[in-house]
Nanobody, 114 residues
Framework: QVQLVESGGGLVQPGGSLKLSCRASGFTFWRSPMAWYRQAPGKEREWVAAITMDGGVKKYADSVKGRFTIARDNRRNTLYLQMNSLTSEDTAMYYC???????WGQGTQVTVSS
């Protein structure tokens, strides 16, 4: 069955960095555009970044542009999100999403706090 398993979240100080991973299985990963979303407590889930099937085109929400980098390794069926210069506003549960088929991971928690 389709599985998306996120990892790499944790507690980090403001200004720090984290790298999230999303390991995919159960579908043809290289045929699926992928994305990262996040949801902070009491807020709606919001789109963070997206990447095309071959990784050639990447798009970012204005709130993370210049700080976050989305990437994928189609040989390893893995999606990444490198997050730098983190602030408390980045605290949220982070989810990866496949578009073909449409499927969500269970999320990994990122907490930015001193």
């Amino acid at each position: 069955q389709v599985q998306l398993v996120e990892s790499g979240g944790g507690l980090v100080q403001p200004g720090g960095s984290l790298k999230l991973s999303c390991r995919a299985s159960g579908f043809t990963f290289w045929r699926s555009p992928m994305a990262w979303y996040r949801q902070a407590p009491g807020k709606e889930r919001e789109w963070v970044a997206a990447i095309t099937m071959d990784g050639g085109v990447k798009k970012y929400a204005d709130s993370v542009k210049g700080r976050f980098t989305i990437a994928r390794d189609n040989r390893r069926n893995t999606l990444y999100l490198q997050m730098n210069s983190l602030t408390s506003e980045d605290t949220a549960m982070y989810y990866c999403k496949a578009n073909n088929p449409e499927y969500w991971g269970q999320g990994t928690q990122v907490t930015v706090s001193s």
